[in-house]
Every structure is written in C-alpha cells, then in structure tokens.
C-alpha cells in the first residue's frame, strides 16, 4: 500500500477512489504503518476521527493488525538488542514489567518531569510505554493472541455491572 484512499473490505485493504476514508501510509524498513482520519497533525493524522462512522468489525481488524505488527515489531527489536539470545522465563518477563511499573510510580512521585529519553513526552508516559513494550514482545515471543485476548476482554468487561459488583 502507498498513500492514497482505501476502504477495508473482508480481511484487506482495497484502492478506491471514493474519499470516505483517507488513509495515509509510509514504510519505514519495509514495514507498513498506518494513520487514519481526515485531519492531519505534524506527520500524523489523528486516529480518533477513523472511530465515527465505521463499524466495529473494521476497527477490530484494525486492532488486530496493528497489535500483530506491534508484537513483531516489539519482538524483532528485543532480539536485534540481545534480550532474547537466551530463553526468557515468563518470570522473567513479570519482573521486567513489574520493574518498568515501578518506575511509572517514580515518575509520578518525581512530579512527572519530561522524559530525556523521549523528548515531548513526559516520564510516566515513557514508562507505560515501556511496560505495553514488554508485554507485546513476550506476546510476540510466545506466540500469544494479545489482540484477540484484549477485545475479548473488553468486550466481557462492557457487559460487567458497575464497579463489577464490587461496591466501593
């Protein structure tokens, strides 16, 4: 896919010329990443506006992509940096992210300062970053379906009494 007007029809994405929907696309080391929406910010448009007027079968395909592409991508890049020359236990991994969840709770306490790492973010969200990293390349790594898994849940949770019946 190149820049230009798609619409996604069963399991792909098919040119068109009608404009309902401008989908922008560049490649970047041979790998496709999308942005959808009618308003574009910087070099991105806003994904947001894709929400209004498509059905939720769409943007669950959109999900799934993305997500499968997020836990390669996350994956691929955790080997090419030697996390995974060795077999790493789901232990392992826990802790990793147990570790990257602590340092969200710095950030906070350290009054959320800019990340250095990350110019134009700040701290707490460069550490949510790195904890949805480590899960989506342990899923990558094992195999798991953490994009069916996540709209399932979110799917079982929407039908879940207030405060799931928990009262507060």
Sequence with gaps: M?????VYQGNSWTKTRQKFCRVFVYVDNSVVNWYIGERKTGNRFLFEEVMVGFD???MNAMVLDMTRFLCDKTY???CDKGFHSREVTEAETLVAIHSEVTEVWEAI???NPESEKIPGFSCVE???ADVIIHILSNAGHRG???GEALLAK???NSTRPRLHGKGM
Excluded at 2 to 6: L, P, W
Aim: charged share 35%; proline share 0%; net charge neutral.
């Design 76 to 78: 691929r890049n955790a």
């Design 126 to 128: 460069e550490e949510y």
């Design 144 to 146: 798991y379906r953490i």
């Design 56 to 58: 939720t079968e769409f």
């Design 2 to 6: 190149v820049g230009g007007y798609y």
């Design 154 to 156: 979110i799917e079982f």
């Design 109 to 111: 306490r350290a009054k």
